[in-house]
């Protein structure tokens, strides 16, 4: 059942080390550390993703800053009780790093495979240019009864077809793992810069539909 549940949820990044290892949690005598990695994107902008490492796989006591690494794991949440509310909490869990000399232009450095079921409406919507947008939150199911809870964002065509997905649908999904800045108003006079996590998806299918929709 571990294989199974391992494969729908695969993902695989390259990019350099931006900050030092932070403790996170332990689990049965093992310790787990949080360290940033930024992502190169083709518009020559970039992507920081937060990587969850065990200090069995890597010396956490370590500065790798502006080292070049391989990541591969999953995309894991949970939730995470702040001002009153609980806030979902994304980041790549590390099952395998390989340090690299350099990421090749023809490889793909971000890239990320999800087959769940869609627990939300799908929101879409048009932004004032006219381009269509959807926005999914997908259930990928771990062992033991556990889920992970995905955002997934999809654009043009995938855009329309996910918005005719129901609540239980089960959806696979191709992307991207991407992060996006935001401001969050604290109070009337205080705004806080945050950074939100989704997947940009490239292309997407359902169990009725054999073919995936490709992104315009």
């Not at 996170?24 to 930024?38: R, T």
């Not at 409406?121 to 990928?140: H, M, N, Q, S």
């Not at 998806?201 to 992104?215: A, D, G, M, Y």
Request: hydrophobic fraction near 35%; charged fraction near 30%.
């Amino acid at each position: 059942m571990t294989d199974k549940v391992i494969e729908n949820n695969q993902v695989t990044i390259m990019g350099k080390i931006a900050s030092e290892f932070f403790y996170s949690h332990e689990i049965y005598g093992e310790g787990f550390y949080m360290v940033d990695v930024e992502v190169e994107r083709l518009s020559d902008s970039t992507d920081l993703i937060p990587v969850m490492v065990s200090e069995r796989l890597l010396d956490v006591n370590q500065d790798y800053t502006g080292q070049l690494i391989s990541v591969s794991g999953q995309f894991r949440s949970y939730n995470r009780h702040e001002e009153k509310k609980n806030k979902l909490v994304l980041s790549v869990f590390a099952r395998e790093i390989e340090f690299i000399d350099q990421v090749d232009e023809n490889t793909k450095s971000n890239q990320i495979f999800l087959d769940g079921f869609i627990c939300k409406e799908p929101i879409y919507r048009k932004t004032p240019l006219g381009r269509e947008i959807a926005d999914l939150l997908l259930a990928v199911n771990r062992p033991y009864g556990k889920s992970d809870y995905i955002p997934c964002i999809c654009w043009g065509r995938n855009a329309r077809f996910a918005s005719t997905f129901q609540v239980g649908d089960r959806c696979i999904v191709w992307g991207r793992i991407q992060s996006r800045e935001y401001m969050k108003k604290i109070s009337e006079e205080e705004l806080e810069k945050r950074v939100a996590y989704e997947v940009s998806v490239s292309k997407l299918e359902t169990e009725i539909c054999k073919n995936p929709v490709p992104v315009l």
